[in-house]
C-alpha cells in the first residue's frame, strides 16, 4: 500500500467518526441513518453531471452491493432490538476485516502478506477490546444480539468486496460511487416507507440539512475507500477503515471529555501497531 493511499484511508477513517459524532438530529437511528443516506444520494446527484454512466457489467456490483448495504441496515435494525448497540455494533466493524480478507482470498483471489495478516488481527483485536472493554461488559451481550451482530458483519464484508470488485471494473472509482449512492438512496427511501410508512418523510424533511452534512462526510470517506481499493489489496483497506474506531475514541476523549481507561489505552495500541503492520506490509 502506497503512502498516498494509506494517508487517504486513514482521512476516511477519520471522516467516519466524525460523522457519526455528528449524527444528533431529533430522530431515531434508523431515521438518521435513512436521511444520511440521502444526503449521500443528494450529493451523488450533483455529481452525475462529471462521470461515466456505468457500463453494462458494472451494474450488477451497484446492485448486489445496494441489497448487501440493505441486509446491513436491517440488521442494524435487529441489533437495535436484541441487544446493547454499543457492543454488537462494534462487534460487526470488528469481524468484517477479517471475514473481507478470508473472502478477498476467493472473490479477487488477494492473498494478504504475513504483515498485511498481522495488521488485519491486531485491527480487529484492538476494535473488539475497544468494543467489550471500553466502555461496556462482555457478560452483557445475548446471543440475540451476537447473533445480528455477525449477521451484520457478512453484510460489510459482503458490500466492501462487492464495492472493491465494481470500483475496479467500471471508468473510474468515482463513476461507480455516484451510482452506487444514487441507487443505496432510492432503494433506503423504499425500505424506510415499507418500515415505518410515509409518516415519517415530514420528520426526515426537517432534518435535511443534518442529512447533507453528514452524507457529505459520509459520502467522501466511502468515496476514498472505494478508490484506495483500486489501487491497493481490499482486505488491507477494509482493516485500515476500521482505525475509525481509534479515531472516535480520541473525539470521545478530547471532545467530549469521557475516561481514557487502561482498556481503552490497550485497544488504541493494538490498533495503532495494526495500522503500522498494515503499512509496512
Known amino acids: 500500500m502506497s503512502l498516498a493511499v494509506f494517508l487517504a484511508v486513514l482521512a476516511a477513517a477519520a471522516m467516519h467518526a466524525s460523522w457519526n459524532a455528528m449524527v444528533k438530529v431529533h430522530l431515531d437511528r434508523f431515521l438518521s441513518v435513512t436521511v444520511l443516506t440521502m444526503g ?119 458490500y466492501t468486496l462487492s464495492d472493491g470488485s465494481g470500483a475496479r471494473l467500471a471508468a473510474s472509482a468515482s463513476s461507480y460511487a455516484v451510482y452506487l449512492f444514487l441507487a443505496d438512496g432510492i432503494w433506503s427511501l423504499i425500505l424506510c416507507l415499507l418500515v415505518r410508512g410515509p409518516q415519517s418523510l415530514p420528520a426526515m424533511a426537517r432534518n435535511w440539512k443534518a442529512g447533507v452534512i453528514t452524507g457529505g462526510l459520509s459520502g467522501t470517506a466511502y468515496w476514498i475507500v472505494m478508490w484506495a481499493m483500486t489501487k491497493a489489496p481490499i482486505a488491507a483497506v477494509a482493516s485500515l477503515r476500521e482505525s475509525s474506531i481509534l479515531f472516535a475514541m480520541l473525539i470521545s476523549v478530547f471532545a467530549l471529555g469521557e475516561k481514557m481507561t487502561v482498556w481503552r489505552s490497550a485497544a488504541a495500541l493494538g490498533i495503532v501497531a495494526g495500522v503500522v503492520a498494515l503499512r509496512l506490509g
Open 40 to 158: 449521500m444520494a443528494l450529493m451523488a446527484l450533483l455529481a452525475v453531471p462529471f462521470v461515466e454512466f456505468p457500463r453494462a457489467e458494472v451494474w450488477p456490483w451497484i446492485l448486489a452491493s445496494t441489497l448487501f448495504h440493505m441486509g446491513y441496515k436491517l440488521c442494524l435494525i435487529g441489533a437495535y432490538r436484541a441487544g446493547d448497540l454499543a457492543q454488537t455494533y462494534p462487534l460487526a466493524r470488528g469481524t468484517a476485516p477479517l471475514l473481507a480478507a478470508i473472502g478477498g482470498i476467493f472473490v479477487v483471489s488477494e492473498v494478504p502478506g504475513p504483515l498485511s495478516i498481522i495488521g488485519i488481527v491486531l485491527l480487529c483485536a484492538g476494535t473488539l477490546v475497544m468494543s467489550f472493554r471500553g466502555g461496556g461488559h462482555l457478560e452483557k451481550l445475548n446471543l440475540h444480539a451476537v447473533g445480528y451482530a455477525l449477521a451484520t458483519s457478512v453484510f460489510i464484508a459482503s
